[in-house]
């Protein structure tokens, strides 16, 4: 017993010296620690004091535009300036950037007065209205961009209807049944020489393949300097549709035949197979099939079989197959009002 006590008393002394080593080494940490963030500050302090280059991005806006003017061609919407300056006040401009007012140009300032026309803006304009923001410090290093220009319209304009420009493909068993635009015209805003000859409104060129339903895409104009559509967008659908084989019974008729002259075939009715749009398929009846020889054809033919073509079909079918495709015929004859009949038969 007097062991036990004694080995756990070991045990506590051992234990309390560990956590003593800890606290005093812990103490060391901490004033290490703050030690070492003091320096720091300091080292960022006296960096921060030293010059440096920073992209700062503005927003640019053209404001005073007169009712019924069209800008055609905007000003970039911001540019990226390069300045120099102190640490400490490029801090600060990055912690406000957020607050930095957009430069405002005013359009009366650029107008000629011309009905269509280009406007230059000065990068030394654009430079000014930012500097009125900035420390007297700060240096303007460069632009991006560097040019500035927008091109207006007061009102010379065309409705013209859209085309789209591209090319349309489905899976296999599918087929493009339609394109259709939204809007179909536009008005387009543009100087009159190129007024003049505009005829339509062509869309940027795309390409979508695959399709295997129908689809709405959005459509933009290709960009020219001086012309604005309006609007500027579309929505182009493709219509898809998928085909579905139907079968009908058509009855072979003779055209063209003389009084008294009458065809007849064997069999009378053949079967018709082919391939039509799932949306069109209730629309197909068997009298929209025109299955026909003529008279002229079979006395020239020599044939002893008659070879089926189809003289009419309806529109959107395809893929057409007739069962049986030969038949034999038999011309057969009324001879005044009596009963008597020549006939002239291929059957063996």
Do not use: C
């Amino acid at each position: 017993m007097q062991l036990h006590n004694r080995i756990r008393s070991g045990r506590n002394r051992a234990t309390l010296s560990f956590t003593s080593l800890l606290r005093e080494k812990g103490r060391d940490i901490i004033v290490f620690a703050f030690f070492l963030a003091i320096s720091g500050g300091f080292w960022v302090l006296q960096k921060l004091d030293d010059t440096f280059e920073a992209d700062i991005r503005v927003p640019l806006e053209l404001v005073g535009i007169p009712k019924g003017t069209i800008i055609t061609a905007p000003l970039p919407k911001e540019v990226v300036i390069t300045v120099q300056d102190r640490g400490t006040n490029l801090f600060n401009y990055q912690r406000r950037s957020k607050g930095i007012q957009p430069i405002r140009l005013d359009f009366s300032v650029y107008d000629n007065g011309s009905v269509a026309g280009k406007a230059t803006v000065s990068a030394t304009d654009v430079q000014r209205a930012f500097q009125q923001q900035m420390s007297s410090s700060t240096q303007v290093v460069r632009l991006t961009p560097s040019k500035f220009e927008f091109h207006y319209n007061r009102g010379m304009s065309r409705r013209v209807p859209v085309k789209f420009v591209g090319k349309v493909t489905t899976v296999r068993q599918n087929y493009l049944q339609q394109i259709t635009l939204s809007p179909d015209s536009v008005t387009v805003y543009a100087p009159k020489p190129m007024l003049d000859t505009l005829r339509y409104a062509y869309t940027e060129s795309q390409d979508f393949t695959d399709l295997s339903k129908t689809t709405t895409f959005n459509l933009h104009f290709p960009k020219i300097s001086g012309v604005k559509a309006v609007p500027d967008m579309i929505q182009m659908t493709a219509h898809v549709d998928y085909y579905t084989e139907q079968t009908v019974q058509v009855p072979v008729i003779g055209l063209n035949f003389p009084a008294g002259i009458t065809l007849k075939t064997f069999p009378a009715i053949v079967t018709v197979k082919y391939r039509v749009g799932a949306s069109n398929a209730r629309f197909m009846r068997p009298e929209n099939f025109v299955l026909a020889a003529t008279y002229e054809e079979l006395l020239a033919g020599g044939n002893k079989k008659l070879r089926l073509q189809l003289r009419s079909v309806p529109e959107g079918v395809s893929n057409i197959r007739i069962y049986p495709q030969e038949v034999d015929f038999l011309l057969e004859q009324t001879v005044g009002e009596t009963d008597q009949t020549t006939e002239e038969t291929t059957n063996d």
